[in-house]
């Protein structure tokens, strides 16, 4: 309780809401209607409470911090931006990171890349399971959180170490990045969401102190397009949306973004790994023609399989959003 009370007293005050650098890009985006596959399908519905209760801390444990680390993954860039980042990050360092480059193909890398900067940010693309990217994210944390140390000296006070906090949906690599931060496993990592259940300071070095924070999911939810991709990438709970119909809709996003940019999608694993024709457009038809073709009719293993392939990359380097066409 005591070091609490002394971070608190020396945390800055609350800083004023600024825009999002990257809004335009989504206001731009949700001006130009497109397939949304969860039409028609259950809805996926989440309040987890460990999650509500974070999100109503998060101002609070903020102020401690002056630098924000917001994580993203590559499969969904938009769909795994949280809607209340902005008013929390106020006037703080705000590094925006997008995890799992390896899960998409280099063109898809590239494109967003382009896109995000031209909106007015500076990604940092990694592969927190690999490593790669990351001595570049703890060298911007440095540079970002320097005005700290050069205010603190100019008031006649020792410098400290950088207080970053990790944010960002469950299961978008939070623990696995810190790990690779730290050099050591000091985060729990595990391929599921919601295994980080609180705050939690790690420090890396004497240079930069980390705050881990639990997978935070809008208490007011997003669009069932955007929970549908969030669901597509195992970024949610999946008590929170009906196997099926993700896997089914998982199947018609794979269609619809392979016909707009083959180089963000190409289909052919799935085609020869299957055997099962891709020439129907609808995600229920699809997967019962998997069950028969190759689990004896069971279309929940055929729908199980589908998400475990696109999850863990056995079909191909996949995103499931292109800038230029997607609706949030």
Known sequence: MAAWAVLCALAPPHAPHRPHPLASLVSSASRHPRLDESEGRPPIEWYPGHIAKAERLMAEVLSMVDVVVELRDARAPLATTHPLLPSWIGSRAHLLVVNRVDAVSERAAAQWERSLRSAGGEPLFVDAKRGAGVPELKRAILRAGKRVNE??????INPRAVRAAILGY???????????????????????????????????????????????????????????????????????????GVAAALYERLLHVEGENPSFARLDILRERWGVPLDQPNGEVYLERLAESRFTGDVD???????????SGLIGPICLEIPEMIQL
Do not use: H
């Not at 205010?151 to 006649?156: D, E, S, T």
């Open 170 to 244: 469950p299961n978008v690599g939070k623990s696995a990045l810190i790990n690779r931060l730290v050099g050591q496993r000091k985060a729990k990592s595990e391929n599921r969401p919601g295994v980080t259940r609180g705050f939690t300071w790690i420090r890396i070095d004497r240079d930069v102190q980390l705050l881990d924070s639990p997978g935070i999911i809008p208490a007011k939810q997003v669009s069932q397009a955007a929970a549908y991709r969030l669901a597509m990438c195992d970024d949610i709970g999946s008590a929170a949306y009906d196997k099926q």
């Open 301 to 311: 293993r055929a729908a199980t399989t589908l998400l475990k392939d696109f999850r």
């Open 151 to 156: 205010r603190r000296r100019r008031r006649g």
